[in-house]
């Protein structure tokens, strides 16, 4: 089992520039989540999906930020446009959707934003 | 707005003492508790759940938890350089289904 799959491990960009973050969640796992991690904050939910439907995206911060998942192998999130409060770590996890599942998470992307 | 409270730390224990690592949570109604241990640059990872009150052993670690007090604790025996590291204590709702909020979580480091 490879896990959960992120890409890119680190992503540097200008202000302004649109960011795509990638995952790939444990072939079999249908409830995928976004987290965000600062040093301030903690650990963030984003957005989760389940059977590839969005069903809380309330912890997205504003409009500038997006997250789609066309199947059940694939999620993006994208930050469009960019600004320096985005840098952070994001994570991408995975569960099998049962109750009381643990969440498996990826190795997450390090965004900076200068 | 469930809430997960823990001490930011650091928490400094000489190797071989017990490290005890304490979360509250704020929804009375949370059915499932998590301890995951995160290294620096690195993801969480679970090491412990504990649904039931009372304790839950396995190996050096023990999590306890006091669903009256809505207080949950990890405790670390025979404390290792190698525990240094971030534990994230995280909570899930009462329908099980909900997505773990986590805590900030607490920094541990044993010294050697």
């Known amino acids: 089992d490879a896990g959960v799959i992120q890409s890119p491990r680190h992503e540097v960009t200008e202000m302004g520039q649109e960011v795509t973050l990638r995952c790939k969640p444990i072939s079999g796992h249908n409830s995928l989540f976004w987290y965000r991690q600062t040093m301030m904050r903690g650990l963030e939910l984003l957005i989760y999906?389940?059977?590839?439907?969005?069903?809380?995206d309330s912890g997205m911060p504003e409009d500038r930020f997006s997250a789609k998942m066309p199947n059940a192998s694939f999620s993006t999130l994208k930050i469009q446009p960019s600004e320096p409060r985005d840098s952070a770590v994001y994570f991408c996890a995975s569960s099998d959707g049962q109750a009381n599942s643990p969440l498996h998470f990826g190795n997450g992307t390090r965004l900076t934003v200068t | 707005q469930k809430e997960v409270e823990q001490n930011s730390g650091p928490l400094s224990v000489p190797e071989g003492a017990i490290a005890s690592l304490n979360c509250t949570y704020s929804d009375r109604v949370s059915q499932s508790f998590f301890w995951y241990r995160q290294y620096s640059g690195k993801s969480p990872e679970l090491i412990m759940s504990?649904?039931?009150?009372g304790d839950k052993e396995d190996g050096r670690f023990t999590a306890q938890l006091n669903k009256a007090s809505q207080y949950v604790s990890l405790l670390i025996r025979d404390s290792q350089p190698s525990d240094s590291a971030t534990y994230l204590c995280?909570?899930?709702?009462?329908?099980?289904?909900?997505?773990?909020?986590f805590g900030k979580g607490t920094r541990l480091s044993v010294i050697a």
């Open positions: 995280a909570v899930i709702g009462p329908s099980g289904n909900t997505p773990l909020v």
């Open positions: 999906f389940n059977n590839n439907v969005p069903i809380d």
């Open positions: 504990i649904y039931s009150n």
